[in-house]
């Protein structure tokens, strides 16, 4: 079966530093995104990572290591409005690029 | 970029209606469409995928004659919830393929929060 897990909830202080894990298990592989989604709104896109290693992009950065399964979500100088659910999802061979499997969500609350 | 239109944004409707939700492409065209359901707390779930001018294909346990699609151009694709139940209020969401980061990233509508009495 697909498995993609992350922590429920996590906490952090603006400024601080935020790594969310993502773990999967699928039956191919095509690609790992994150997408960020507030409260009652859509998902709306963050990263990319079809090979290993560290992809940044302004504040966030993810991860990728194919072998281990695993992926990260990296938010830096985190700001009040960083508060969301981060989703990790992979887009799995076979299926359209809409075939993307989702985790759960991580969300995220960042306090002054 | 890339701007996914639905509507409408929130639907409150009486047990044993139908309910219609549009998703449109604005500034490209999209052969193909996906509608998702979300339950609160839960992940984003593939329903069907919707295509252009054939029959959408949808994602096993999903009732194919519940949740009615039409993709009847490049720009616009319909989800219709018939003789909606209490159980089938949700956050539906609509996307489309673009382009980004070397990616075939999807871009989400704003989502539809649909509420059955």
């Known amino acids: 079966g697909q498995n993609i897990d992350q922590p429920t909830e996590m906490t952090a202080t603006e400024g601080a530093i935020v790594q969310i894990n993502c773990t999967y298990q699928t039956s191919g592989f095509n690609g790992l995104f994150w997408y960020q989604q507030h409260a009652g709104e859509a998902p709306t896109f963050l990263s990319y990572?079809?090979?290993?290693g560290l992809e940044e992009k302004g504040r966030f950065s993810s991860f990728l290591s194919r072998s281990k399964g695993y992926s990260y979500l990296l938010l830096k100088e985190l700001q009040m409005k960083d508060s969301a659910s981060y989703l990790c999802a992979v887009s799995v061979y076979g299926g359209s690029q809409g075939n993307l499997i989702f985790g759960k969500g991580t969300k995220l609350s960042v306090k002054p | 970029g890339a701007v996914v239109s639905q509507h409408p944004s929130w639907v409150i409707c009486k047990s044993g209606t139908s309910v219609k939700i549009e998703c449109r492409s604005l500034d490209f065209q999209a052969t193909t469409m996906f509608w998702y359901r979300q339950f609160p707390k839960q992940s984003l779930m593939l329903m069907a995928t919707s295509n252009e001018g054939s029959k959408a294909t949808y994602e096993q346990g999903v009732e194919k004659d519940k949740f009615l699609i039409n993709h009847a151009s490049l720009t616009l694709s319909t989800l219709t919830v018939t003789s909606a139940h209490p159980e089938d209020s949700s956050f539906y969401i609509c996307s489309a393929g673009g382009q980004s980061s070397g990616a075939n990233v999807l871009t989400f509508g704003a989502g539809s929060r649909l509420t059955v009495l």
């Open positions: 990572n079809v090979l290993d």
